[in-house]
């Protein structure tokens, strides 16, 4: 049932990158399991030069080892999801950008933010704009103090590689309907998470509820705090700890 979900959702990437593991290493789930312990492995590395580079050794140390014995992220990684992944391309994308505020010549890093900028953006496109705007305009700016002439170079080569390029357009065409009614898809994403938590997670709350509209989502939304709140309620319980928690 997990992939006519992340067809619904558009989140086609993950999917096609797990089928190309099959086909490689065949339909072993550990696959994709072992491969997300190694993200997170390395993660752990990119956390302590991180640590390293703003602070000090110490620092970059604790760092790492609160991360590595983190629940969630030791929960996260032992599962089939993108998440490891994730993470990993973003200490990336925050390592490179440290480096290229000391160096901005360093071509090595410059690659190695682009290619994050370009994995992050087919894995996870709704935090791609932010990350990429924060990278870049912290890159620019302390460049700027060092040569200006450079950084007006940097972007006149980046604005024209934005105009050149069709992915700007194809961004545009994809998510016009985010641009153009940013409240309206927002309820829909409400919609359709409250129904993957309801019907795909089989939470049982507040099935047949729809938040798709604005009067859908003023008309329940007390409901859905009072579930929030109080959930389950005494007639819903069928232990003395769920009561108690």
């Not at 990336?92 to 994050?116: D, E, G, H, M, P």
């Not at 950084?151 to 069709?166: A, D, E, Q, R, Y």
Request: charged share 10%; aromatic share 18%.
């Amino acid at each position: 049932n997990t992939l006519p979900w992340m067809l619904y959702a558009g989140d086609l990437n993950y999917p096609y990158f797990l089928s190309y593991l099959y086909n490689i290493f065949g339909e072993y789930s550990l696959i994709p399991i072992c491969l997300n312990i190694a993200f997170d492995s390395v993660s752990i590395i990119l956390i302590y030069l991180i640590g390293k580079d703003i602070f000090n050794e110490k620092v970059g140390f604790l760092a790492a080892v609160l991360f590595a014995f983190w629940p969630s992220v030791i929960l996260w990684s032992t599962q089939n999801l993108k998440e490891a992944l994730t993470v990993f391309l973003l200490l990336l994308i925050f390592l490179s950008t440290i480096q290229l505020q000391k160096k901005i010549y360093n071509l090595l890093y410059w690659l190695l933010l682009v290619l994050a900028f370009y994995l992050l953006a087919n894995l996870r496109f709704n935090i791609i704009l932010f990350v990429s705007f924060a990278s870049l305009t912290t890159i620019i700016v302390t460049s700027f103090r060092k040569n200006p002439c450079l950084t007006i170079l940097i972007i006149g080569t980046l604005g024209s590689l934005v105009f050149c390029i069709p992915y700007p357009m194809i961004f545009l065409e994809k998510y016009r309907q985010i641009l153009l009614s940013p409240f309206s898809y927002l309820l829909y994403v409400l919609n359709y998470y409250h129904h993957g938590q309801t019907v795909g997670a089989e939470s049982a709350y507040l099935v047949n509820v729809n938040i798709s509209t604005l009067g859908g989502f003023l008309r329940n939304s007390p409901r859905f705090l009072a579930y929030i709140i109080f959930a389950p309620f005494p007639w819903q319980a069928f232990k003395i700890s769920q009561l108690l928690t």
